[in-house]
């Protein structure tokens, strides 16, 4: 991954400091199934290699496609987004609902396959710990260039009624993506509320895609 991808990839998921509560000490992984709980990360870091070494010659909607079902599996969007959304949410028609999720879910996919759409020897690891937060789960990465650069991602897990699912991306162990979001979100929804939000994301996917996912 280039230096620019990189900035791409600090772009998705660098934010505003998560609280603190999140950090805690490590506890050892037979505590939980390290397995069972990393299982969604270790697919989603199989496909991202996948799209990396398909690359920019394979096109943004084939690639979109391929990685859709992996986020779909890896991450509790409709949690993420609800929160993300905040106090909006429950002043939003079921329609409006409906319609940010299907957004939501294509800004998300959208945003992952244009920050890794090539592949230099990068190499994903989990690491063999989890971290207690609460009743969820932390599972640490690391994103390692062929430079040697490491990057850290740790996702949080929490257990749902389709398994363990990620409601945050933590980098660095600290920066909330969630959080992020949220700032992010504030603006369009005292603008316009769900419909200023989903224009502004519309835009957004057609930005990282070229115009290829609408």
Avoid: C
Avoid at 31 to 52: H, K
Avoid at 53 to 82: E, M, N
Avoid at 177 to 191: A, I, Y
Wanted: no cysteine.
């Amino acid at each position: 991954m280039t230096s620019l991808h990189r900035r791409g990839l600090l772009g998705l998921i660098t934010g505003s400091l998560i609280a603190g509560s999140l950090i805690a000490w490590p506890i050892p992984a037979r505590a939980v199934d390290l397995a069972d709980v990393s299982a969604p990360i270790a697919a989603l870091n199989a496909g991202l290699v996948q799209i990396m070494k398909a690359g920019r010659k394979v096109p943004f909607s084939q690639r979109f496609d391929l990685f859709a079902p992996i986020v779909d599996r890896a991450f509790d969007l409709t949690g993420i987004l609800r929160v993300s959304v905040g106090q909006s949410w429950a002043k939003m028609t079921e329609q409006e609902h409906a319609e940010l999720q299907k957004v939501f879910r294509q800004y998300t996919v959208a945003s992952w396959v244009a920050n890794f759409d090539e592949f230099n020897d990068d190499r994903f690891e989990i690491l063999p710990e989890l971290r207690a937060v609460g009743t969820d789960q932390v599972v640490a990465t690391r994103l390692t260039a062929a430079s040697g650069e490491v990057t850290k991602l740790d996702y949080v897990m929490r257990q749902t009624d389709t398994g363990w699912r990620a409601i945050d991306v933590l980098y660095n162990g600290t920066i909330s993506n969630v959080v992020k979001q949220r700032s992010d979100f504030r603006g369009p929804l005292s603008e316009g509320g769900a419909a200023q939000l989903i224009a502004s994301l519309k835009k957004k996917i057609a930005d990282l895609s070229g115009g290829a996912i609408s």
